[in-house]
Each structure stands twice: as C-alpha cells, then as structure tokens.
C-alpha cells in the first residue's frame, strides 16, 4: 500500500508543528474536519504511523518516527497532475478492468472533487465513443469498458497503455522485428519498428489478463501473404521467450499493423496498382489546377508519390492510419506543402469516403515539399550518410534540406535507417548526419543534426538570399467584402462570382467553373476558411476576393467564416506562388484567423500580414 497526496501533505502539516488541530489541517487543505480525522485514522491503522493527540491542544509526532515516515514518503503514490494526466489514467483503469468501486474512493485517492471527476468521466466518454467504445456498470455496480477487442487496443496504442510496463523487453522485440524481416529480405523504417513494438507489447499484456482477439478483423482474409508469414515468424520467436500462445487471430492482428506499412522487399521493382495510379493523376491534376504548379510529367515526383499513397490506402482500407510525431514542426515549418497536402486529403476523402487523419497529412505534406525543395539538385562537395529513423520520405526531405542550404559544399548524401548503417562501408563517407542516437565505431565524424537545421544557420543563409516577396502585394490589391449574408455555400459562391465576374468583364459562367472544382474535393481546407476557384485559368491578371460572412455556414467538411475566391492570371505564376506561400501560412496561424473575422477589416488584414513579413 502506498500514501496519497492528501495523506503525505496531513503528516507535512504535523510533522511541521509542535502540535495542530484536525480544524487547522481542515482549514490549511480547504477539507472538512471529518476527512481530515478519516485521513489521520488511515495513517495510524493502515500504515502504523504514530501520530499522537493530547486533548486541547492537537495532533504531534514522536521524534523517533521520522526515519519510518522517511520511507513511506519514498513509496508514495504518484498522483495525476491536471486534466490530461488524469483522462489517460481514467482510460488505463478502464482498460486494466480495476476500475475503484465508487466514485467517492476514486476522488480520495486523487485529492481531487467529485465534480472535477465527473468532468472528467465525461471527456473520457467522449474519447471512448471515437473508438466504438462505451462505459457501463456492471452487476457489482463497478464501471466497466464495453466494446470490440480490437477497439481497445486502438485505445491502448494512441494512449501508451502498458507501454511503459515491464512485462516485456522492448530492445528483445525490437530485434526480433528486424531479425525477421532481414531474413524474408524485407525491411521497416526505424518509426515503424516502434509502432509494432507497441502492438506486440499490448497484445501480450492483453492476452496475459485474458482478453484474446477471437473474431475476424472487418473480414480481411491476410492469410498466404507476406506480411502474416512475417508476423507469424515474429511470434513465434516471441511466444517461446514469454511461455505465451497467440492464436491465429492474434496473428492476424499483428499482420495487420504490418500491412500498409514502410514495409518493402529490398532491391525490388516499383509498381502501383491501378487505384493508386488514378488518385496520383487526379490530386497532380488538383494541384496543378489548385497552385499552377505543374508536376504532371515529373517522373520521380510521381513514383516518389506515388508509394507514400500505395501504402497510405491501404492503412486507410485497414483502419491503421499511423501516428506523426513531426506533425507540429511540419505545420509550423511548411505550411504550403500542408496546405497542398489537406487539399489532397479531401480529395482521398471523396474517393474513399474516409477521412485522412491530420497525423497522415502531415506525411503528405513532407512528400509534396520534396517538390517545393526541388528534387534535381546540383551536388558537389563532400559525401554525407544522413541516418533518419521517420522513415524514406522524411528522410528524402531532410536530404534535400541539406542539399538546398549547403548545395555549395555537398556533392551527395546517401540515406538509412538507424539499423541499415550496418550495411554500409563508413569510410566512403566524409561526415555522418543522425537524427537519432547512433552507437557505432568509426573513425567518420558524426553529427547531431536537427531535423529541421539550426535555426541560426537558416536565418543567417535566408538573410543572404533575401529578396522582397512579391506575393504582399497580393494582399495590397484583394477585394475585400467585411459582411457577406449568405444562408449556404451556394448561395455563397453566386453571390461572390458574380461580384468577381462583374470586376473582371469575365465572359464564361464563373459560377459554373467554381461549382465543378469543388465537385472535384472540397475547398475548405483550412480552418475556418473554404478557398474556392475556378477549374481553369479565365483572366490575365490575379484577382483575389476576400469575403467574410455574416454568420458562420456549413461548407462540406467544417463550418466557414471567411470565403476567398481565388482567380489565378495567365501572366503571374511565379508571383502566385509567393501568395500561396504567405496565404498558407496566414491560414496555419489560428489566431490570426480569428483576429480577422472579429475585426471584419482589411486593414486588420494587412496589419497581420505585415507582422508575419516582420517576423
């Protein structure tokens, strides 16, 4: 039995005074006198302390049981600190099925209200319902997590439960994982090899407290394929080492985390299936008509593309859309590449009818900034190994990162995984690059390098080759409406088309060009802001017009505020894409947006823009 923080702060307040009522203690932790008198019973009778009382004047400590308080205090329970420590500590009593009998206990242990839990006991249900999972009282009137197996290991993975418990060795997993592969002479990037730790660790602690997967998954038959061959193999070895059986739908279920994966046989030929050649024509002809930026017949780019999506449709397809953790720097760092990249998730959303997590944008959006780093660059200089553990696209960008900044001073760089340096004969090298502990001999320099460069380095090299930005000066000349009334998104586009057409002596039915673009993926991309245009080029001169609405309205995937109706000019592609760029990452910064629909003002616009020019 270990103390709570309520219990550890009594025997503070004690320890601190000559001697201290139950009153006082009640007043110091805002408790009734009651709990306080229940708490000290508890250190007396549960935990031996002994705390002694003497009538008028209060509670007191011997000096002599300061040594055996000193031990309790190190064997003391953590207690979850704010809401989200407590929400994944709530799941994890769920999903362990030792869930406190009642509610009462629960806040005891936690010094915490029963309102506050409460609140929190509704969040998790919130939670528990994105999984298909619900909370019910059972007949010893306990909580109790209902739902599908396979459910409550999505849950336990997003939400590292049994992640950090000692019933298994990770390192042993891990090497079995790579082991295997290399046998089948297959390969995994570094990230992917964590996720299936992550999945073979709780399905051994799940099927050790006897909740085993015994039904097929959404009827996906991944029996006579590679990846159930390799997962078979996996636990095989893993069954000896822990005396633990994993049927045959266990089996499945670690193979299906294997598919969709970065999982490829070495030195193999690329191929695509037909439904992925088809979404790559259909989202390069969406970009192309999108930003102007025409990558139609780039070969590499396409094949480059074209893989990230083979194996992202099948995690799709699979319900194993996988976690990223650059997703924040990718957003902040790129935001025109994850602008193009949620444009391709609503068009992926259309042909599939589900919906791309913003997890998997972010893996869209490193492919596409391979195009805007500029795939054929120039080398000369030294020779680097970059070591990436996120994987071969992550790995590619960071590469041509690399290659843009210091194209004066590197003639190539070879890439790898943590594990696949191995393969290689170090000394061809001048320096090696690692984004993630490496631990090798060699005589070549290794380098720590930021994933997204030093930022002094950047800025230094940026102010050298700065230029104005012509794009501002789109911003400058836009349309502005402050208050547009429009009960939908239809009568919305009527509204500003004809605004548009009118400014623009536009002959062809403007409306008609927007409404076929949106029928191809939705506009409303970015937050609280849908981008319509037309489906092809109609004037010579960019024109942009900026509406913002007098009351929110429902596009297609999320509600609007500010609607911008963008007409790209045959004459002004370069300029554009500095506008998209500034555009893009005006649209990331929330705030921002949220300044500009409160103030309803273009100078508020060009004020916040100019900030970003400053910044």
């Known amino acids: 039995m270990r ?54 004047v209060g509670y007191y400590l011997n000096v002599e049981e300061y040594n055996k308080l000193e031990s309790i205090f190190n064997n003391s329970i953590t207690i979850p600190s704010g809401k989200e420590e407590r929400e994944i500590e709530l799941i994890k009593l769920f999903v362990e099925n030792c869930f406190p009998k009642s509610l009462e206990e629960l806040c005891d242990r936690w010094y915490i209200s029963e309102k506050t839990l409460s609140n929190d006991l509704n969040n998790i249900k919130s939670i528990l319902s994105k999984y298909n999972l619900i909370i019910e009282k059972n007949r010893r009137s306990s909580y109790e997590l209902i739902g599908d197996e396979f459910d409550i290991r999505n849950l336990c993975n997003d939400y590292g439960v049994y992640k950090h418990e000692g019933i298994v060795n990770r390192s042993f997993i891990r090497t079995v994982i790579i082991e295997e592969a290399g046998k089948m002479n297959c390969s995994f990037s570094d990230i992917i090899i964590e996720l299936l730790t992550n999945h073979i660790q709780i399905s051994i602690a799940r099927i050790k407290n006897g909740f085993v997967i015994n039904n097929p998954i959404d009827q996906i038959n991944l029996e006579n394929t590679i990846e159930f061959d390799l997962s078979t193999n996996i636990l095989n070895r893993i069954s000896k080492e822990y005396d633990i059986i994993f049927p045959l739908y266990e089996r499945k279920y670690i193979s299906y985390h294997v598919v969709g994966k970065e999982f490829r046989k070495q030195n193999s030929s690329i191929s695509l299936t037909d439904e992925t050649e088809k979404l790559v024509n259909e989202l390069l002809l969406l970009i192309n008509t999108t930003f102007d930026i025409d990558v139609i017949c780039d070969l590499e780019f396409r094949i480059a593309l074209g893989l990230h999506l083979e194996q992202l449709l099948k995690r799709i397809q699979y319900g194993t859309q996988v976690k990223n953790p650059l997703l924040n720097d990718i957003k902040f760092k790129y935001p025109y590449a994850y602008t193009m990249a949620k444009v391709a998730a609503t068009l992926i959303h259309k042909i599939t009818g589900k919906i791309v997590i913003e997890d998997e944008v972010g893996y869209i959006a490193l492919s596409l900034q391979l195009l805007l780093e500029g795939i054929n660059k120039k080398k000369r200089g030294k020779y680097i190994l970059l070591v990436c553990p996120f994987g071969q696209t992550s790995a590619n960008l960071f590469k041509y990162k690399y290659l843009e900044v210091f194209s004066d001073q590197i003639e190539s760089i070879e890439t790898s995984s943590v594990e696949g340096v191995k393969k290689y004969d170090l000394n061809r090298f001048d320096y090696i690059f690692t984004l993630a502990p490496l631990e090798i001999k060699t005589s070549v320099p290794i380098l720590n390098a930021n994933c997204f460069l030093n930022e002094t380095t950047i800025n230094d090299i940026k102010n050298r080759l700065k230029t104005d930005n012509k794009g501002f000066s789109y911003f400058e000349n836009i349309k502005f409406i402050d208050s547009l009334n429009a009960k ?128």
Not at 491 to 516: F, H, P, Q, T, W
Not at 532 to 543: E, M, N, Q
Not at 607 to 614: G, P, R, T
């Open 3 to 56: 103390l709570r923080e309520r219990e550890i702060k009594v025997i503070q307040i004690i320890k601190e005074h000559p001697y201290v009522t139950s009153r006082e203690i009640a007043d110091y932790l805002k408790l009734s006198e009651k709990t306080v008198r229940s708490v000290i019973n508890s250190l007396i009778s549960d935990f031996g302390v002994a705390i002694k009382s003497k009538r008028g």
């Open 488 to 615: 939908d998104r239809e009568e919305a586009l009527k509204k500003i088309c004809k605004i548009v057409k009118d400014d623009n002596n536009i002959e062809d039915d403007l409306y008609e060009r927007v409404k076929a673009r949106e029928k191809i993926a939705s506009t409303d991309y970015a937050y609280k802001t849908a981008v319509p245009h037309p489906d092809r080029l109609l004037v010579d001169d960019t024109y942009i017009c900026m509406a913002i609405l007098e009351k929110p309205i429902m596009w297609e995937l999320q509600e609007v505020c500010i609607v911008v109706l963008v007409l790209i000019g045959r004459r002004d592609k370069d300029k554009v894409q500095e506008f998209y760029q500034l555009f893009a990452q005006f649209l990331m910064d929330e705030n921002k947006v949220d300044k500009l629909i409160r103030s309803r003002s273009k100078e508020k616009l060009l004020e916040l823009i100019n900030k970003m020019k400053e910044d």
